[in-house]
């Protein structure tokens, strides 16, 4: 299985990022959206962070326009039709995911790879709508795309080694570092970071700490880049209740119980960096 020709599916934050990498590591990128407006911004956001690069003497002027000549656009899921490989990054509800892979069963080759950029959702559901279940597999990269060097690669419950395979050889082309994991809710990256996280809002809520004081002994006592309720804040506060939900669901354990104040937050639409405040409030 030689992957040459990819389409991301979604210009995104993570879909956007996941086209820059491809495209740096020499692969044909085929960037996907439903609206050109998205997809002129994932464009622009591939565009500054090059730009960042030749700015700091990473990569010259003609480096950038050559990643950026490996990207072309598409409104339409049947530019599919001669890829090699689809990764998905829409958003994350289990209904637009199975008619996008519907869709793409239909229009990809045979022999064509689908992958899911989810970060929590079943790989073994979303392959069951598909007439190849062993050509499905997810490939969940973390956030910043283009700065973490994790790709967890999940076996769907039909996925074929070979395509297993593919995927592990496609990530290390990217620079980035495969970590094989199963089928379970939240992987393994979710499984242990968001009760990590629901827990510093338990310890919030509680009264057990100001936000403040929570995030620095994580920083400082565990030397986490961030402290949790800013990661909450960067992830997005509907994300993370989101992914608790399929965590207790999924898992039956009193243990992933969602923070209340978490769902109050989210209730109130304080979202995190993306809406101007969440638990911290950006100008
Ligand atoms: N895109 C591209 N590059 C970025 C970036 C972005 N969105 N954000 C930061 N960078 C780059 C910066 O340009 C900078 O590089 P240079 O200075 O060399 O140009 C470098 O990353 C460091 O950035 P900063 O100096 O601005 O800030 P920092 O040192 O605090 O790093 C960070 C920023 C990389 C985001 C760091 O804080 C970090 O690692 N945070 C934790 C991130 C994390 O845990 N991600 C996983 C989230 S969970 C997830 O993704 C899974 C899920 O399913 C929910």
């Not at 010259?60 to 409104?75: D, F, P, Q, R, V």
């Not at 339409?76 to 090699?84: G, S």
């Not at 992914?243 to 207790?248: A, D, F, K, T, V």
Request: with cysteine.
């Amino acid at each position: 299985m030689t992957i040459q020709k990819v389409m991301v599916v979604g210009a995104g934050q993570m879909g956007s990022g996941i086209a820059q990498v491809c495209a740096q590591a020499g692969f044909d990128v085929k960037l996907n959206d439903i609206k050109q407006e998205f997809i002129e911004r994932g464009i622009g956001v591939i565009t500054k962070n090059l730009m960042r690069d030749v700015e700091k003497g990473r990569k010259t002027e003609g480096e950038k326009e050559a990643i950026l000549n490996c990207i072309t656009t598409s409104l339409d899921l049947k530019d599919a039709f001669d890829v090699d490989i689809i990764i998905e990054a829409a958003t994350e509800n289990m209904d637009i995911k199975q008619s996008i892979f519907r869709e793409l069963d239909a229009i990809a080759p045979k022999n064509a790879i689908l992958a899911t950029n989810t970060s929590s959702l079943p790989i073994t559901e979303i392959a069951a709508v598909t007439e190849r279940p062993e050509q499905v597999i997810g490939m969940h990269f973390m956030n910043p795309v283009p700065v973490m060097k994790l790709v967890e690669i999940i076996r769907g419950l039909a996925t074929a080694d070979e395509v297993y395979q593919a995927v592990e050889e496609m990530t290390v082309k990217l620079s980035k570092t495969p970590v094989e994991v199963n089928d379970f809710p939240g992987f393994i990256s979710n499984r242990i970071l968001l009760p990590m996280i629901n827990e510093a809002i338990y310890a919030l809520y509680e009264g057990v700490a100001t936000k403040e004081a929570i995030d620095e002994v994580m920083k400082l006592g565990m030397n986490h880049p961030m402290g949790p309720l800013t990661l909450a804040d960067f992830i997005g506060l509907d994300t993370c209740l989101y992914i608790m939900e399929i965590l207790h669901e999924g898992l039956g354990d009193s243990k992933y119980r969602p923070c209340p104040l978490l769902r109050k937050y989210v209730a109130a639409g304080w979202l995190g960096r993306k809406t101007g405040r969440g638990f911290y409030v950006y100008e």
